[in-house]
């Protein structure tokens, strides 16, 4: 097992300070997100209309991260895009025009901004999705793979990341297909990112004045080496943390509970069983096991980067329950599937606004109440406690 160091927990909680300091305002819980699943090995779908800063919160983060500028890639979707012209193909070589030698397309960048994603076709976005689920691409039948081992301090071999930040826009649907529920199941996160507050507009006006009279935030020099040692390090010993039981049974009771599985619920009384059957009756699409997966990985991860200081580095396990509460939302919104209860006009929230709300409703009903484990009984009013807490702080 390793151990995560308070040195650790400093860096984690230096990037979104790092992200602000570059010009990004107002973004640290999707900052988090976003550093969240770098360190799962995950993906972010980032939903929200044009002008919101998506592409500049991309290269701040890999400033912040302390890889670089050169660490970043950008596609733009669009329906004419060929698999080719995002993975790269075999061109004539340079040298004689004799032989053909690999070009690599901009997926070959550890931090990809897939901006409109939505609007590639099905072939294309099934090449999007070889990368994002093996890390690897295929061309002409060749396997090469998207992550590569580079030296650190200490004479160690860690592998550098890969992560997709594919952006698509609510309002404007024309020209776009569908993402297939398999390649939307490999986003560890759907964030809806918000219109600012009108204060955050101000400084975004103030900051775009001063960039069009050659002021520019600066970033530090990238130490690219230092940088890949601290990822690989607080990934190691993050995920090597186990999961409190109590919270281990919550996510798959959630898991359960959305395919209707009553007879497998744990630590819950027989009259809250009853209960939940309403709401497992409303799904129409399930949640399934890579749910489970991204949800134990994201409370972990999620305890380190914003719940826990660092002089109880050791203690992660601790802040899982308030972890799963903040990361709920996003982490299954994309998952699963409802039937909506569509009442009179004026009275209903929107569909997106619907599924947030079911996906609190079901963890909140599905929370166990009965002693797991070593853990203490009535973990279901904690747990509200903390889901409602979470509710009203976090625009994610």
């Not at 340079?94 to 070009?103: I, N, T, Y």
């Not at 939940?276 to 997966?293: F, H, K, Q, T, W």
């Amino acid at each position: 097992m390793h151990d995560l160091r308070p040195n650790d927990i400093h860096y984690l909680r230096s990037i979104p300070t790092a992200v602000t300091a570059l010009g990004m305002k107002d973004l640290d819980d999707i900052v988090r997100l976003l550093t969240v699943a770098l360190l799962s090995g995950g993906h972010v779908l980032l939903e929200g209309n044009p002008g919101l800063g998506k592409t500049a919160l991309v290269r701040a983060l890999s400033q912040a991260l302390g890889l670089g500028a050169e660490a970043v890639g950008r596609i733009q979707f669009t329906p004419d895009l060929m698999p080719a012209d995002i993975t790269g193909t075999l061109m004539p070589s340079e040298e004689d025009g004799a032989g053909l030698v690999f070009r690599p397309g901009p997926i070959f960048h550890e931090l990809l901004l897939a901006d409109e994603i939505n609007r590639a076709t099905p072939k294309t976005q099934a090449a999007m999705l070889e990368a994002m689920a093996e890390f690897q691409v295929t061309v002409l039948n060749e396997q090469r793979p998207l992550r590569k081992e580079e030296w650190v301090a200490g004479g160690r071999s860690v592998s550098t990341p890969f992560m997709v930040m594919a952006t698509q826009n609510p309002i404007d649907q024309d020209g776009t297909f569908n993402l297939p529920e398999a390649q939307l199941d490999r986003f560890m996160f759907k964030v809806r990112m918000q219109m600012p507050r009108a204060e955050t507009i101000g400084r975004i006006i103030d900051k775009e004045l001063q960039q069009g009279a050659g002021v520019r935030p600066t970033a530090p020099p990238a130490d690219r080496r230092a940088a890949l040692d601290n990822i690989d390090r607080a990934t190691r010993a993050i995920l090597s943390v186990p999961l409190p039981p109590s919270v281990r049974a919550h996510i798959i009771n959630i898991v359960m509970a959305s395919n209707g599985a009553l007879d497998d619920l744990t630590g819950l009384s027989k009259a809250r069983i009853t209960e939940i059957a309403a709401l497992a009756g409303r799904v129409e699409y399930p949640l399934g096991p890579r749910a489970a997966i991204t949800l134990g990985k994201a409370v972990l991860a999620w305890s380190a980067v914003t719940l826990t200081e660092p002089q109880h580095a050791q203690e992660i396990g601790a802040e899982t329950r308030r972890a799963l509460a903040d990361v709920l939302v996003p982490a299954l919104r994309h998952r699963i599937r409802i039937r909506h209860d569509y009442a009179a006009p004026g009275t209903q929230m929107s569909e997106a606004d619907a599924v947030d709300d079911f996906v609190r409703r079901l963890a909140v009903a599905v929370a166990p109440d009965l002693r797991v484990g070593a853990d203490a009984a009535e973990y279901h009013l904690r747990f509200k406690a903390d889901m409602d807490a979470a509710a009203a702080r976090l625009r994610v």
